[in-house]
């Protein structure tokens, strides 16, 4: 997977060189909010409904509720593509060709994908982990890789090579698991698994005698998790709408900052998200939801003071790690990653306020975990009523942000709201841990020497890339790199005097944990 992922980096970062911002922003904005939207809004409901319960069911009712997503699905691609085509500003002709044949494709796509349904959710409910692993990868591969071939043979084309990669990336992912599945039905392994479907027909809509069509429960459930699934996807996709909706941005803008975005929660994903996930559940097995701390054991809070404190520690040096040196060198990776088109104009502000923002996300990671983990059920109703406040809160900010500040304005909105539920979840902890003699938010103060080598390593990297980046040729490119990473040198060398006790808990927690996975 991680492979995968490497080389589609390596093909996106190749293709950026021969599109222009405009055709990038209509894709992975415009189009691909029409492609997402359609998609949430005809099968999250149902997909959360299914997974419900135990896998010892009646899986031909609940088969024949998850085909009801195809229709559904031909529904919002019908509708939302009237949208895109006649509510929406067009794009201009000759900058952006294809536009009308694009919302087509991309809402097609949709529909493929909501063919491949039944067959998702039978393999989620199998624990069938490799299997999405590999049909994701090879549709997201075989996607880039038509992409690239087709911009660099034909890049006239415009919105053409998009919509056919789209469509070849929805049919492959199908594909994977119809092959898969009609392989695996009927076959001894599906046998001593006792799997509940035998062949192929069973996963097609079926009439059952003297039976309901459906499970009514699960339908019901359905159409509860429906219901909320308008708002959570309006909220999860709340930039990319402010965008699309009210102009606040020109597509050219849109695509810089889509790409920028990406870049930045690179970090997110593949550090920040792991600890987050592992230390919820240490968290959540360590100390019992909903006792306060004197009616836990007390070597269990000790435990988890000792933890959260070190984690804390750990994720504000990362961040702060980012935040300093990805300020002085963001131009620079944008010009590697994408040519001229990222590292001019707003990009590299774009990318170094992101650093900061990394840094927001560093520590809401590891303080709503330890929050959540600790919650009893009326405190979560709460906060989610204070996150929907909040999350309409954003939207407003985010337009006026964006209506003052361009899209740098969509940064600031969000490093606000982290800003706010880092507030919350300080103070959640702050009361938790009041009534005893553990401060694990001492976490959140690293040493003095250690801020002021950071300060310094800002300050030089700081002039370095005003003398030598990033006009000036490779040598002086080289001569830039040198000093961030002297100066990141020195960072890490201050670091392993100063947070001693830091060090052992990396080396216990995570180097033994990848040594054993060596061995």
């Given at each position: ?15 950026l ?24 809004l ?23 509720l ?7 699905g ?101 594909m ?43 339908a ?51 550090i ?81 306020c ?27 109703d ?11 809160t ?33 103070h ?86 990848y ?5």
């Amino acid at each position: 997977q991680v492979l995968f992922r490497v080389v589609t980096f390596g093909l996106n970062a190749f293709t950026l060189r021969y599109l222009s911002r405009e055709l990038i922003g209509v894709v992975n904005v415009r189009l691909t909010l029409l492609y997402s939207t359609v998609v949430f809004l005809a099968r999250e409901a149902f997909r959360r409904a299914c997974l419900s319960g135990s896998t010892k069911r009646n899986w031909t009712k609940t088969i024949n509720l998850l085909w009801l997503t195809v229709p559904l699905g031909v529904f919002w691609s019908v509708f939302l593509g009237l949208v895109w085509l006649h509510l929406l500003e067009v794009p201009d002709p000759s900058v952006v060709p294809h536009y009308q044949a694009g919302v087509v494709a991309f809402g097609l796509s949709a529909i493929i994908e909501l063919l491949g349904e039944p067959f998702w959710v039978l393999a989620q409910a199998h624990l069938f982990v490799r299997l999405k692993v590999i049909a994701e990868s090879l549709s997201v591969v075989s996607k880039c890789t038509l992409t690239v071939i087709l911009v660099v043979l034909y890049p006239q084309w415009g919105l053409y090579i998009f919509s056919l990669a789209q469509l070849l990336y929805a049919s492959v992912l199908v594909m994977c698991y119809v092959i898969y599945f009609v392989m695996f039905l009927g076959s001894p392994e599906a046998t001593k698994k006792s799997f509940p479907v035998s062949r192929m027909k069973a996963l097609l809509p079926n009439l059952v005698e003297d039976e309901t069509f459906v499970n009514w429960k699960e339908a019901r459930l359905t159409w509860s998790f429906f219901k909320q699934s308008f708002l959570k996807q309006i909220l999860t996709e709340g930039e990319r709408y402010v965008m699309t909706f009210l102009n606040v941005l020109n597509f050219g803008d849109q695509g810089v900052y889509d790409i920028v975005n990406n870049l930045g929660s690179l970090v997110a994903r593949f550090i920040f998200l792991p600890i987050e996930e592992s230390f919820y559940v240490f968290f959540a097995k360590v100390l019992e939801r909903g006792k306060n701390v004197k009616d836990q054991k007390q070597d269990d809070v000790t435990m988890a003071a000792n933890v959260l404190e070190l984690l804390l520690k750990l994720v504000l040096l990362i961040g702060l790690t980012i935040t300093v040196f990805g300020y002085a060198y963001s131009q620079l990776a944008l010009d590697i990653y994408g040519g001229s088109m990222l590292s001019s104009g707003t990009g590299p502000d774009l990318l170094r306020c992101y650093s900061l923002y990394v840094l927001f996300l560093a520590i809401n990671g590891v303080t709503e975990c330890f929050t959540f983990a600790l919650m009893c059920k009326e405190e979560v109703d709460r906060y989610n009523f204070v996150m929907l406040a909040l999350s309409f809160t954003f939207l407003c900010i985010s337009y006026f942000l964006t209506y003052w500040h361009g899209s740098i304005g969509f940064i600031l909105a969000n490093c606000f709201n982290m800003g706010i539920r880092i507030a919350h979840s300080i103070h959640y902890i702050y009361d938790y841990f009041k009534e005893s003699t553990y401060r694990p938010l001492t976490g959140l103060l690293p040493s003095p020497f250690l801020v002021l080598v950071y300060i310094i390593s800002g300050v030089i990297t700081g002039f370095s890339e005003v003398f030598f980046c990033c006009d000036k040729g490779w040598m002086a490119r080289l001569i830039h790199i040198s000093m961030g990473a002297l100066c990141f040198a020195a960072t890490i060398v201050t670091m392993f005097c100063t947070e001693t006790k830091l060090i052992h808990f990396v080396r216990s927690q995570f180097l033994s944990r990848y040594m054993k996975k060596g061995t």
